[in-house]
């Protein structure tokens, strides 16, 4: 089960994000929230109580409706858990601080505005390696390589990375190739394409 106050808000932003999908033509590119889908977020949500995660970092929030199924989960595994979220568009940041509000999750997660990549350097200066459970990357997709050897260092052995938009859309096909076979090529992970709706490649640290 979800709790109720965060099911609530999931719910309200299921009704954006399917006018988003069926009348794309008219959000404009910018304003776009580009979430997961519903099937992705309970996927992720049963992984991480399965693996019962209490730290989570996720690249690219949009307006936090990942980040709610994650910090669900987190709620029922832990009092002292914790997601730090990364995104650099201020309209997103405000929506996503409302949305966590009203869900009652705001004192567990920690959104980090900027770059990335950046923000990436200052959390391994925070945290130090092998601190996170969870790393979820969903920001601009030329940077995923870039994004996976950042982050290797900073999840727990048998810890896992989530990357979003393998198989979908087709625009970011060629680059997702590129990344699965770089992902692939090291000794220290094992991974699979798990092909629910857009695809995640999901990737454990050995
Ligand atoms: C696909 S959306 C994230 C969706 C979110 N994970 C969800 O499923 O609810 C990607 C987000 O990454 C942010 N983003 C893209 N490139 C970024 C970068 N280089 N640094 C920080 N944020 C970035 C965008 O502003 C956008 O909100």
């Known amino acids: 089960m979800i709790n109720e106050k965060i099911q609530n808000v999931l719910s309200r932003l299921e009704k954006d994000i399917d006018y988003e999908n069926s009348h794309r033509d008219e959000v404009p590119s910018e304003k776009r929230l580009n979430c997961i889908s519903k099937n992705i977020g309970t996927f992720y949500n049963i992984m991480l109580k399965s693996i019962h995660a209490k730290n989570i970092l996720e690249i ?12 669900d989960a987190i ?3 832990t009092q002292y858990g914790k997601i730090i979220t990364i995104d650099r568009e ?4 405000d929506s996503a601080t409302q949305n966590f509000e009203e869900a009652g999750v ?3 997660i920690k959104i980090k505005k900027g770059e990335a990549r950046k923000i990436l350097h200052e959390i391994k200066e ?3 390696e092998n601190y996170f459970d969870f790393i979820f990357i969903d920001a601009d997709k030329e940077s995923y390589i870039e ?5 290797l260092p ?3 052995k ?3 990375i989530g990357a979003d938009n393998i198989l979908l859309p087709e625009r970011f096909n060629e680059m997702m190739k590129d990344y699965l076979s770089h992902v692939r090529s090291n000794p220290n992970v094992q991974s699979v394409t798990v092909p629910i709706d857009n695809g995640e490649e999901v990737t454990i640290k050995l």
Do not use: P, T
């Not at 201020?90 to 940041?93: G, S």
């Not at 994004?147 to 982050?151: A, E, I, Q, S, T």
């Open 147 to 151: 994004y996976f050897d950042l982050c």
């Open 60 to 71: 690219g929030m949009s307006v936090g409706y990942s980040g709610l199924w994650f910090a």
């Open 75 to 77: 709620m029922s595994n």
């Open 154 to 156: 900073l999840v727990r």
């Open 90 to 93: 201020q309209f997103k940041i």
């Open 106 to 108: 705001s004192s567990l």
């Open 126 to 128: 925070e945290f130090g």
């Open 158 to 160: 048998g810890g896992i």
